[in-house]
């Protein structure tokens, strides 16, 4: 079946480091790839998405590219700020799903100043 | 854009009563929508899925008498935690999808209800 793997967290870093947050998946087919967001207390917020192979999402200054090579979706952004701090999913859906979403476990992210 | 909203944001209820949320699509028509479930610092799980005009379909493990569903229009679908239990407590939250094919689909999140069962 479909299955999202990300790294476990929480990742702490300081303003301004740069971030990268692993994501690999597993999947028949081809399957569309997400990043979302999720701050304190609040619902998911769509970060980014791609939906084939080398296409890269971007979004507030983050980053995602689908490799499919490496079935991976790494989430990167060059220098984060403390309004960064959340909780990023990576998930996926597969068309014959309809809009149904496979979510990671979730990384929790606090930058600190 | 496309909104989808739920409501309430938060319920508080008592153990044995049921506790309705409203899941709906604002400015579109949702044939199909997900209700999804997340414990504190968990990822969220699928529960169900909503279908218009018919029965959800559930995902393995998850009680379709307990989480009862109904998605009466294009625009609505509810889900009721029968008798809850303070195990029910948790952060349900819903989405549903527009448009068409695999690049062109959109999917919207509800803000999410947070459910405390006392």
């Known amino acids: 079946g479909n299955s999202v793997t990300q790294m476990e967290g929480p990742v702490t870093l300081s303003e301004e480091a740069f971030l990268t947050i692993n994501c690999t998946y597993t999947?028949?087919?081809?399957?569309?790839l997400f990043w979302y967001v999720q701050y304190p207390g609040e619902g998911l917020q769509l970060l980014l998405k791609a939906t084939k192979a080398d296409d890269k999402g971007s979004n507030k200054g983050f980053e995602a590219t689908y490799r499919k090579e490496t079935t991976s979706f790494h989430l990167e952004k060059g220098s984060v700020q403390v309004s960064d701090s959340a909780v990023y999913f990576c998930a996926l859906s597969q068309a014959d799903s309809g809009y149904a979403l496979n979510f990671g476990k979730g990384t929790s992210l606090l930058v600190t100043p | 854009g496309a909104v989808v909203s739920q409501h309430p944001s938060r319920v508080i209820c008592k153990s044995g009563t049921s506790v309705k949320i409203e899941c709906r699509s604002l400015d579109f028509q949702a044939t199909t929508m997900f209700w999804y479930r997340q414990f504190p610092k968990q990822s969220l799980m699928l529960m169900a899925t909503s279908n218009e005009g018919s029965k959800a379909t559930y995902e393995q493990g998850v009680e379709k008498d307990k989480f009862l569903i109904n998605h009466a229009s294009l625009t609505l679908s509810t889900l009721t935690v029968t008798s809850a239990h303070p195990e029910d407590s948790s952060f349900y939250i819903c989405s549903a999808g527009v448009g068409t094919g695999r690049s062109g689909n959109t999917i919207y999140f509800g803000e999410g209800s947070w459910l405390t069962v006392v």
């Open positions: 999947a028949t087919g081809y399957p569309s």
